[in-house]
């Protein structure tokens, strides 16, 4: 999930990633790089259809040559705010539905 929020400072990206921990049975080591595998390959395929996509990920030090968790993190934020028009652009133009109201 991408949302684009604005507050007194500007605006800014939050994202939210499902991990579902099926590569924790692979041993530690692959159970990391499964992840990390996956979790870029998920993202690259949300991003798709962004026509700024290829800039922005140009625009920051490549995933593949980023060790731990916090440059990792810090690579999909990169190219979040590469999208930063395009993402803001479409949380304008699509609201997703409320949940319906119980009024039991």
Request: with cysteine; hydrophobic share 35%.
């Amino acid at each position: 999930m991408v949302i684009r929020l604005q507050d007194q400072h500007g605006s800014y990206t939050k994202t939210k990633l499902l991990d579902f921990g099926t590569s924790l049975f692979a041993g530690k080591e692959a159970s990391e790089s499964r992840h990390w595998r996956i979790v870029y390959k998920t993202f690259t395929q949300i991003i798709e259809p962004f026509k700024s996509k290829d800039r922005a990920m140009d625009q920051t030090v490549p995933f593949a040559t980023r060790e731990g968790t916090l440059l990792r993190c810090a690579y999909f934020k990169d190219v979040l705010d590469g999208l930063g028009v395009e993402v803001g652009t479409i949380r304008q133009v699509y609201h997703p539905p409320s949940p319906p109201i119980n009024e039991e």
